[in-house]
């Protein structure tokens, strides 16, 4: 029986309720993670089949990493936010080494000319994942301790844009430029939440715009797929060849889409479509209506994140709130870059699509970032129930010091 059962029967013997589970949020995870599974084994079977003579390889292993994802989160899920806030600044340091150890020669894996993995055994760790969670848990409690700093004094705005630059160039030497616009963009919604001023902010915002657009077309790589992105059909058989495919994948599937499993753009057409592409075989397999099921389910899992971070400031539980803006911005930047991508709306990033594209590191980290949804929802409601995160009650504690 879990720590969380075993309060759950506690309390409930003295006559006290412990808080319910935000069952929307859960809901919303779970059913991504279930759908994600199965358009990733339609997605994957004919391109395990022959180039590995397994059929259900990727299947197997994405239900692996849900199942490890479960795990973690549910470990963490008892860990007290008051601890996680405490081991902020050494989190932030271990999300720069993960940055750095992927950019030493022979440790790094290179893929396509980017080196941003680590071999841990079972699968290739994507380092910019766990930084991206781990910068945000660093911010959050940043804010939360010089919250009136950031809105009264520049340089309380300025102090974490440093450490974002660090991480941002380590971003940029991998090259994981979509990582380093996902971090910024979210790193700059969480100060916005803090309450910044909106000249400084609007500032910031315009300077860190240029310099992204300068990095963007500062690379050959980067212009073409800037360039590929605005007319793919301009070379359809090379530069624009992903999209095209993906384009014609979204388009056939019409309004209730051909079928599950009877996609032909994965057959061999469309690369990663197991990857960051798994949203285009869903729209031609699903139609519109599948589109609209995932973006419906996308929507709620990132209100419900707001909602929390509501809940946790009323219950003064700053960090927890500011924890709760981060990832759900984190989600909703994530999934509407690679919706956007799959429908041609953006350049083409590497970024995966949350809690449904293949992938361990990016699975893993996901549902690691929904268990501290649920963490802080649970102690949210612990406080306004009258109950401390422990499941004490807050009359007795008091009734006890007197």
């Not at 309720?17 to 084994?41: E, H, Q």
């Amino acid at each position: 029986m879990t720590t969380t059962a075993c309060q759950a029967r506690f309390i409930s013997a003295r006559g006290m309720r412990l808080p319910r589970t935000d069952y929307w949020l859960l809901f919303s995870a779970a059913a991504l993670a279930a759908l994600g599974l199965v358009m990733v084994s339609s997605a994957s079977i004919t391109f395990a089949d022959r180039e590995l003579g397994q059929p259900f390889y990727y299947a197997i292993r994405q239900a692996i990493y849900i199942s490890g994802g479960v795990f973690v989160g549910a470990v963490l899920l008892l860990l007290p936010l008051a601890m996680l806030a405490r081991m902020a600044p050494a989190l932030l340091l271990l999300s720069f080494a993960l940055l750095l150890l992927v950019l030493v020669p022979g440790v790094g894996v290179e893929v396509n000319g980017a080196v941003r993995w680590l071999n841990v055994g079972l699968f290739r760790l994507q380092v910019s994942e766990p930084a991206k969670l781990l910068f945000i848990i660093y911010l959050a409690g940043y804010l939360a301790r010089h919250g009136e700093e950031v809105r009264t004094h520049f340089s309380g705005f300025l102090k974490p844009l440093g450490l974002l630059a660090i991480a941002a160039v380590l971003l940029l030497i991998e090259p994981d430029f979509g990582a380093t616009v996902v971090l910024a963009a979210t790193v700059m919604g969480m100060i916005f939440m803090a309450g910044v001023r909106l000249p400084q902010f609007a500032g910031m915002l315009g300077a860190g715009g240029l310099l992204l657009g300068g990095l963007a077309v500062s690379s050959p790589y980067r212009l073409e797929r800037l360039t590929t992105f605005m007319n793919p059909w301009a070379d359809p058989f090379d530069s624009g060849f992903q999209l095209t495919q993906s384009l014609m994948a979204i388009g056939s599937g019409e309004w209730l889409g051909v079928g599950l499993g009877s996609s032909v753009q994965k057959l061999f057409y469309l690369p990663e479509a197991h990857t960051d592409f798994v949203f285009a075989v869903l729209a031609e397999e699903l139609g519109l209506l599948g589109v609209c099921i995932v973006i419906a389910l996308y929507v709620l899992l990132v209100w419900r994140a707001f909602i929390v971070a509501t809940q946790a400031a009323k219950a003064d539980n700053l960090f927890a709130s500011y924890l709760s803006y981060g990832i759900g911005i984190w989600f909703g930047l994530q999934s509407f870059v690679n919706i956007g991508v799959n429908m041609g709306l953006l350049p083409t990033k590497g970024l995966t699509l949350p809690l449904m594209s293949y992938g361990g590191s990016s699975m893993i980290v996901m549902s690691v970032a929904v268990a501290l949804l649920l963490r802080v929802d649970h102690e949210a409601r612990s406080t306004a129930g009258g109950l401390s995160a422990s499941g004490q009650s807050t009359t007795r504690r008091k009734r006890g010091r007197s």
